[in-house]
C-alpha cells in the first residue's frame, strides 16, 4: 500500500522527489494526467471529473492515502471530494495547508483562530483556475487577518514547462511578475502556487528579487507528510513498489520526466 501523488502532468515530480527524499522507505505511486493537461484553464466541474477518475485510478492501484500535488485539483475538487464522503479507509489531502501553515508561522495541524501574522502582503502565482476559485484566499482566511493578497494567473506557462521549452518559460515567468508588481509594489512573500513553478524558482525569485521570500512547495509538503504518516501509521500499508502512471504517451512523458529530474524515470500508460 504505497502513497499515490497525483498531478495533472509534470509539475507533481517537484512534490514526488521532495517527499522520496523526506520518507526514502514509502513506496510511492505518481500518477500523471498527462492526456488532459494542463488543468489550469479548464473549468472547475471538469478538474473535479479528472481528478476523481485519477484518485480512484490510485485507489485501486493499491494507495489508501492520496496527495493531489495538484494545486488546481486541490483548489477545484478537493473540499467537494471530500464532502461528497469517501471510501471508508481512504483518504485524499491537498497542497494549500501545508503552504499556508507555513506562511502564517503555525505548526501542522493547528486549527486555533485566525491571528495577525507578520506577513502583510502577499503575492500569489498559480495556474487561471486555482486564482478563479479563490481557494488560496479562502484557506488564508481560516488562519491570518489582515494579509493583502494579490494574485496573478500565470497563463502559459505550465504547457511551457510540459514542452520542455524553457526559454520561453521563462520570458512568461517574467512578465507574470511585472504584472503582479504593476498591481502590489512590495510584495514580501511569494507563494508558487503550482507544482510546476519550482522548476522555475530561480527565476521567480530573480524576477522578484532578493527581498521578497519565495514559498515553494515540495518541501512543506514533504514535511507535512512525514508528521501526517507519524500520526496515521496505518494510513501506510506494508510493501508496495513504486510506480509512475500516465495517461499519456509513456515514452514521451518519460522523456520529460527524465530531463526534469536529471535522472532516469520510466512512465508506464494506464
Ligand atoms: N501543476 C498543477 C498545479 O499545481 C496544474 C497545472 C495545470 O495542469 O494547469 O496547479
Not at 479507509?89 to 508561522?105: D, N, Q, S, Y
Request: hydrophobic content about 45%; glycine content about 8%; aromatic content about 8%.
Amino acid at each position: 500500500m504505497a502513497v499515490g501523488i497525483f498531478d495533472s502532468g509534470l509539475g507533481g515530480l517537484t512534490v514526488l522527489d521532495a517527499v522520496s527524499k523526506r520518507l526514502p522507505d514509502v513506496p510511492f505511486v505518481y500518477y500523471a494526467d498527462s492526456a488532459h493537461a494542463p488543468y489550469g484553464v479548464r473549468d472547475a466541474d471538469d478538474v473535479f471529473s479528472l481528478t476523481n477518475a485519477a484518485v480512484r485510478h490510485l485507489w485501486d492501484a493499491g494507495c489508501d492515502l492520496v496527495i493531489l500535488a495538484c494545486n488546481t485539483a486541490s483548489a477545484a475538487a478537493l473540499r467537494r471530494m471530500q464532502e461528497g464522503g469517501l471510501p471508508q479507509g481512504k483518504r485524499v489531502l491537498g497542497v494549500f495547508v501545508p503552504l499556508i501553515e507555513a506562511l502564517t508561522e503555525r505548526q501542522w495541524g493547528d486549527n486555533s483562530p485566525p491571528r495577525e501574522v507578520s506577513v502583510k502582503h502577499v503575492a500569489l502565482f498559480a495556474t487561471p483556475a486555482t486564482v478563479a476559485s479563490r481557494a488560496f484566499q479562502r484557506e488564508l482566511a481560516f488562519r491570518a487577518i489582515g494579509v493583502d493578497v494579490e494574485a496573478q494567473a500565470c497563463g502559459g506557462v505550465v504547457d511551457a514547462i510540459e514542452e520542455g521549452d524553457e526559454i520561453l518559460a521563462e520570458a512568461l515567468v517574467r512578465s507574470h511578475v511585472d504584472a503582479l508588481k504593476r498591481k502590489m509594489l512590495e510584495p514580501e512573500a511569494a507563494i508558487l502556487g503550482c507544482t510546476h513553478y519550482p522548476l522555475m524558482e530561480e527565476t521567480f525569485q530573480q524576477a522578484l528579487g532578493p527581498d521578497v521570500k519565495v514559498f515553494s512547495q515540495a518541501d512543506l509538503v514533504a514535511e507535512s507528510l512525514a508528521d501526517y504518516l507519524e500520526r496515521h501509521p496505518g494510513m501506510l500499508g506494508k510493501g508496495g513498489q513504486s510506480l509512475f502512471l500516465t495517461t499519456g504517451d509513456a515514452r514521451r512523458v518519460s522523456d520529460r520526466a527524465t530531463q526534469f529530474l536529471r535522472r532516469k524515470i520510466t512512465f508506464q500508460s494506464v
